[in-house]
Nanobody, 127 residues
Framework: QLQLVESGGGLVQPGGSLRLSCQGS????????IGWFRQAPGKEREAVSC????????RYADSVKDRFTISRDNARNTVYLQMNSLKPEDTATYYC????????????????????WGKGTLVTVSS
């Protein structure tokens, strides 16, 4: 059974950092592109960052560029999202999602194309 489990969320002050992890199990992780998405209360889900299967291509939302970094460790079946200089507007539940992907495809952040989702981890940025 394919499973994605997010971890690493919590309460952090503005300007602080967190690292989120998305661990996959029950499938061949290296064949799947991974994306991070977030949803704040009362707002629509938005793409945050995505990475292709080799980690050679990444995409970021404009709102997180230069602050967030996505990476993957296929040996550990894990994708990370390093979040620095956090702002109150980053407060949301963060979800990772997976999509079976061709080996040479670039990263894309189309949530409608991602059939597999984790249950999310809450990030709260507040003083």
């Amino acid at each position: 059974q394919l499973q994605l489990v997010e971890s690493g969320g919590g309460l952090v002050q503005p300007g602080g950092s967190l690292r989120l992890s998305c661990q996959g199990s029950g499938f061949t992780f290296v064949y799947y592109a991974i994306g991070w998405f977030r949803q704040a209360p009362g707002k629509e889900r938005e793409a945050v960052s995505c990475i292709n299967i080799r980690g050679s291509s990444t995409r970021y939302a404009d709102s997180v560029k230069d602050r967030f970094t996505i990476s993957r460790d296929n040996a550990r079946n894990t994708v990370y999202l390093q979040m620095n200089s956090l702002k109150p507007e980053d407060t949301a539940t963060y979800y990772c999602a997976a999509e079976l992907s061709p080996p040479n495809a670039d990263a894309k952040c189309d949530s409608n194309a991602m059939p597999y989702w984790g249950k999310g981890t809450l990030v709260t940025v507040s003083s």
